[in-house]
């Protein structure tokens, strides 16, 4: 097998990613604090690093209105069938052979994250952000190569 630096990786994984039609999306770059790009401060750290990323509506409440006969519902929006859809097409064609217990170790490394738009008369989205650095998965895949016979 041919075994690509993390530059290689990455171009390999934007072609694999050009055909997947599903949720999710290469980033390449995040705020440390979840918060910063809504802060006016300039003291949050922008991370330059790739992550394979997935934002999913979880619920809010939506229907309220500037008028006193407005009545803002709490709602619920049913998980996605899988929910880190594009984390499962990459290994599938990264690593096909991974087994099972391998897969099980690289899904701990994910990342969820809770998140919170508020908009106007109490009305609110919320999403959960599922990520893992490119370079997790690189890692992951790399020791296996190197435990691979030549």
């Known amino acids: ?3 690509p630096t993390f530059e290689e990786f990455v171009k390999q994984c ?3 990613l050009e055909k997947f ?3 999710g999306q290469l980033e390449y770059s995040h705020y440390k604090n979840k ?5 006016c401060r300039e003291d949050h750290e ?3 690093e790739i992550r394979l990323t997935h934002t999913y ?3 809010g409440v939506s229907g309220g209105s500037c008028w006193d006969s ?3 519902l709490p709602y619920t929006v049913s998980r996605p069938d899988s929910e880190f859809e594009i984390f499962d097409y990459l290994l599938s064609k990264l690593n096909p052979r991974m087994s099972f217990g391998e897969y099980k170790e690289l899904e701990k490394q994910i990342n969820q994250e809770d998140k919170t738009n508020y908009e106007y008369y109490g009305n609110r989205t919320e999403y959960v952000i599922l990520s893992i650095p490119l370079q997790v998965i690189y890692d ?5 190569w190197e435990n691979e016979p030549s």
């Open 1 to 3: 097998m041919n075994k």
């Open 14 to 16: 934007e072609l694999l």
């Open 21 to 23: 039609s599903g949720n």
């Open 35 to 39: 918060h910063a790009r809504y802060n």
């Open 46 to 48: 922008k991370v330059d």
């Open 57 to 59: 509506e979880t619920g």
């Open 70 to 72: 407005s009545n803002p």
């Open 140 to 144: 992951h895949i790399k020791s296996s």
